[in-house]
């Protein structure tokens, strides 16, 4: 895998910031999911949440760990292009911009409610 700005290979050395940082994100996440719910009703119950969303849960957790991953990685190459100039760090705060502001379906089904004929359907 090459680097963007650099053109250097990554190394492993690298990489293991990120991925550490993602898995810990994605182990703080699911412990405290556990925990509220353990604190509200037990952890038989929490334990038993669990393993019925466990689908849910599990890709929420995963895309948690991997927003970390890229944040703290995309943070380094931001680090690393303050040296090179502003141009790098330009590129990677647009990166870091469209990593953590993608469009998801639920953010605009409020906004077109009245087109799908929802509660108050308008006429065109």
């Not at 993602?22 to 334990?47: K, R």
Request: with cysteine; net charge positive; charged share 10%.
């Amino acid at each position: 895998m090459k680097a963007v700005r650099t053109g250097q290979t990554l190394t492993a050395k690298q990489l293991t910031g990120p991925v550490l940082w993602g898995v810990l994100g994605s182990l703080g996440l699911l412990t405290f999911y556990l925990g509220l719910i353990t604190l509200a009703q037990g952890w038989q119950h929490a334990f038993e949440q669990l393993g019925q969303d466990i689908l849910f849960t599990g890709s929420l957790v995963a895309g948690f760990g991997l927003e970390i991953g890229l944040f703290v990685y995309l943070r380094q190459l931001h680090t690393r292009a303050r040296v090179a100039g502003v141009a790098a760090s330009t590129h990677t705060s647009a990166a870091a911009m469209l990593a953590c502001v993608r469009p998801s379906p639920g953010r605009y089904s409020a906004g077109n409610r009245p087109f799908r004929g929802g509660p108050f359907p308008q006429r065109i």
